[in-house]
């Protein structure tokens, strides 16, 4: 008897040490799976409208300021979807004059230069960018071939993107100068393809290009847009860059080994790239400064916050009290803004402002499947001891 309360005394001491030294983990477990969504401040959501009064309208980025860009119907029952810009806070829309019967924001700089592409009458599609607050339209050229697209503006007005080369049909990233002035050629990683999605205000582009044995790679390049270093893979064939923060940290997707789709982030500088643990398929769209990124699971919306914590937007209260489904996330800033369009009062889309505030609390991210299984381990470990040391003390 004696010896038997003895073993289990040690065991009682060496779990409760497991338990201290880990406590953080198994709390911010549980509260990671019992809580989806957790604030404590006010989240706010307002349509932006539409140009016509009546259509579709949707967003395309928003700015530090909170000046968002999109397209939108001009006319009741029509086709044709003019590019816009609000002013501060999502507030007023204004129709901008474009070079071509199409236009397509991609991004906004923090003085309102826009870069996006337009499609001519005669179909052609050239990259675009604008002075600022949107005014004056300048086409960007090629890189010899007949079609190029912009994805990003930094606040140099550096504008990225793709571009048919000469006398190829094959699409490489290019960077421009201040201002949008000429087009450089970033090259691709052994491949034939290449493509940049984002560049910050040090001139680090990120994107993907094709790899000399076929598969595609997220890249980033260093300040200036100089050099295309590979970020490899979550252990599958391909992965995909989409955003960049000022401190080089880079988020998008990854196939993995199992063949599974995971949103992925890394340190400063593009280094270590780590799975993103939102759960299921996922994908990252956007980084914010502050490290919060932006995303699907599946086909839910999340925002991410700095502690790796995860909120589904669309189970929150106001958009769904507000009559909001099937909303789509495009782009945040570092004010607590994202922009994005849905179905507003099942109607056609609407672009959107969805804002929260510097107080709002992140839940405890979702464990690693080995720490919840460390975690019921334990906790099942803890309570067999418990029971057993119950049986003892009655006999």
């Known amino acids: 008897m004696i010896n038997r309360r003895n073993h289990l005394n040690q065991l009682d001491i060496i779990m409760k040490e497991i338990f201290s030294r880990n406590k953080a983990i198994y709390l911010t477990g549980i509260l990671g799976l019992l809580i989806s969504t957790i604030a404590n401040a006010d989240w706010s959501i307002k349509g932006v409208g539409t140009l016509a009064g009546i259509g579709v309208s949707s967003a395309g980025g928003i700015n530090e300021p909170g000046q968002i860009i999109g397209n939108s119907h001009t006319a009741a029952g029509g086709s044709y979807q003019a590019l816009f810009i609000t002013g501060n806070n999502g507030i007023g829309m204004t129709e901008l004059d ?13 003085s309102g230069q826009i870069a996006g592409i337009f499609t001519t009458a005669r179909g052609v599609t050239h990259a675009f960018s604008t002075g600022r607050d949107g005014v004056g339209m300048t086409d960007l050229g090629t890189l010899g071939g007949r079609f190029s697209f912009a994805s990003d503006i930094n606040n140099s007005g550096q504008v990225v993107g793709g571009s048919y080369t000469t006398g190829t049909d094959s699409i490489h990233a290019f960077v421009t100068d201040a201002n949008g002035i000429g087009m450089r050629d970033l090259g691709t990683l052994g491949g034939t393809y290449s493509y940049a999605n984002a560049v910050n205000n040090s001139g680090q582009v990120v994107g ?18 100089v050099g295309m270093h590979d970020l490899g893979t979550l252990g599958g064939k391909y992965s995909f860059a989409n955003s960049i923060n000022e401190h080089g940290q880079v988020v998008g997707y990854s196939e993995t080994a199992e063949g599974h789709l995971q949103a992925f982030i890394t340190n400063a500088n593009g280094a270590g790239m780590t799975k993103l643990h939102v759960g299921g398929n996922s994908i990252a769209v956007d980084i914010n400064n502050l490290g919060q990124v932006l995303g699907y699971s599946g086909d839910d919306a999340f925002i991410v916050g700095a502690n790796g914590g995860k909120i589904e937007l669309s189970a929150l209260d106001v958009i769904m009290e507000d009559g909001w489904s099937n909303i789509h996330v495009v782009a945040l800033n570092n004010h607590g803004q994202i922009v994005g369009f849905g179905q507003h009062h099942n109607n056609s889309n609407e672009a959107f402002l969805l804002s929260f505030t510097e107080d709002t609390v992140f839940p405890a991210p979702i464990p690693e499947p080995q720490t919840y299984a460390m975690l019921l381990a334990g906790l099942g470990l803890l309570g067999g001891i418990a029971c057993r040391k119950k049986t003892i003390k009655m006999s």
Not at 208 to 215: I, L, P, R
Request: hydrophobic share 30%; glycine share 16%; net charge negative.
């Open 98 to 110: 474009t070079l071509g019967a199409y236009s397509y924001p991609s991004a906004i700089n923090d």
């Open 208 to 225: 993907y290009s094709q790899t000399a044995d076929g598969q595609f790679h997220s890249f980033i390049t260093g300040v200036g847009g």
